[in-house]
């Protein structure tokens, strides 16, 4: 049965709807419930938020469109509480485990959510790992993209065979995969800005404390305006001023969603080694990835840097992508542990890049890595893989 709520909460909840989501956060969030946010009538917010509550009321959907904002938005960041009662329900469950049933966040919670805490002796340390068990689920999130709807994007040749191979290869190691392709025309899995954005945030609600959430992108790379902010290229991504913010992917936006999931394990495989409407020089290529870097503080990033490397062909992909599926195969585990670590692949990756240039004297950009305030992470279990 549908959870019925009271006129007050729905009068409550239509205004903090109103004003604390815009409308292209309230068309992600419609997204991620499978909810064309265009079929809803209005032509301002306010009658949106009026129509869309109405409209999953009558679906029986309200109690989810309820638990998906209180997820997208957390209350250090939305005041949830004036919801009363009937919301402790869906805050209980967008909160970590180990908060459940207090239902309040102190000085340490909030000190805790930013993945730090302080010792005896006033130092910070970071807890976030440390005081977590082992992974319990994997959840990956790929998206390739070969031909773009703005033709100043120039297309590219292996980001689709790309994807298809790392969903191939992480499903054989226990991932739960969503893998958006270009070519998949009418489907919610079609990778425009707005689909992409309402997979994530979808991972993001189910992800749970001691899951891992691995990201993966093949596509074009851009730095945009005054302080060059680093965006990927969606499928329908407008290269023109005026619409780029609105139609690309922000990378600040996604380590943004990362790190609001309850989740506290987070990698980020970005092959995206084109930057914007041509080719790119390396120079270009290494102040992308420096902005992605500077950035991504918390989560594992290991990304390809020269901007040539995904015009190599290495059995049908990129040379990037390439040394990730053989190190995931298992050349990465040099010792025989029977698991990967984020370490172990990014030693193997970034050694046979150098190599792969360095035997055919090419000038070299090796990738980029860092794992910073997380500890080594265990991204597949090769004994068990081979298993089951």
């Known amino acids: 049965m549908a959870t019925e709520f009271s006129l007050d909460f729905k009068n409550k909840y239509r205004t903090l709807l109103a004003n604390n989501f815009n409308l292209d956060e309230l068309q992600v969030l419609t997204s991620s419930l499978g909810i064309d946010f265009e079929e809803i009538r209005g032509s301002s917010k306010t009658i949106k938020v009026l129509e869309l509550i109405e409209h999953m009321r009558r679906r029986g959907m309200l109690a989810d469109l309820v638990q998906a904002?209180?997820?997208?938005?957390?209350?250090?960041?939305?005041?949830?509480?004036?919801?009363?009662?009937?919301?402790?329900?869906?805050?209980?469950?967008?909160?970590?485990?180990?908060?459940?049933?207090?239902?309040?966040?102190?000085?340490?919670?909030?000190?805790?959510?930013?993945?730090?805490?302080?010792?005896?002796?006033?130092?910070?340390?970071?807890?976030?790992?440390?005081?977590?068990?082992?992974?319990?689920?994997?959840?990956?999130?790929?998206?390739?993209?070969?031909?773009?709807?703005?033709?100043?994007?120039?297309?590219?040749?292996?980001?689709?065979?790309d994807a298809n191979?790392?969903?191939?290869?992480?499903?054989?190691?226990?991932?739960?995969?969503?893998?958006?392709?270009g070519s998949n025309q009418g489907s919610n899995l079609y990778p425009t800005r707005v689909n992409i954005l309402a997979q994530l945030n979808r991972i993001c609600s189910i992800t749970e404390r001691e899951d891992l959430t691995l990201l993966y992108f093949a596509t074009h790379g851009v730095r945009f305006g005054d302080d060059q902010v680093p965006y990927l290229v969606a499928k329908d991504t407008q290269s023109a001023k005026e619409l780029f913010q609105e139609t690309a992917v922000s990378i600040d936006r996604v380590i943004e969603m990362l790190k609001k999931s309850k989740s506290r394990r987070h990698v980020l495989l970005l092959d995206a080694c084109h930057v914007g409407v041509d080719r790119g020089s390396d120079d270009e290529q290494e102040k992308f990835h420096k902005y992605v870097y500077d950035r991504a503080q918390g989560i594992a990033l290991l990304a390809a840097s020269a901007a040539d490397q995904t015009a190599v062909e290495q059995d049908g992909h990129g040379l990037f992508t390439r040394f990730l599926l053989d190190g995931l195969s298992d050349k990465a585990d040099r010792n025989k542990k029977g698991f990967i670590t984020t370490t172990d692949l990014s030693n193997y990756v970034l050694y046979r890049v150098r190599d792969w240039y360095d035997t055919r004297h090419l000038h070299r950009q090796d990738p980029t890595y860092r794992i910073e305030g997380l500890g080594d992470m265990i991204l597949a279990e090769l004994k068990s893989a081979i298993i089951s």
């Open 69 to 161: 904002s209180v997820t997208f938005h957390s209350p250090s960041k939305v005041d949830w509480s004036v919801l009363g009662n009937e919301v402790k329900p869906f805050l209980q469950t967008a909160m970590p485990p180990e908060k459940r049933g207090s239902g309040q966040r102190g000085d340490d919670d909030e000190i805790r959510h930013k993945g730090q805490m302080m010792d005896d002796d006033g130092v910070i340390q970071d807890k976030s790992i440390k005081d977590i068990g082992p992974i319990k689920q994997r959840h990956a999130l790929l998206v390739g993209i070969n031909n773009f709807d703005d033709s100043k994007y120039n297309a590219l040749k292996f980001c689709e065979n």
């Open 165 to 181: 191979a790392m969903t191939e290869k992480l499903q054989g190691l226990g991932f739960q995969c969503t893998k958006m392709l």
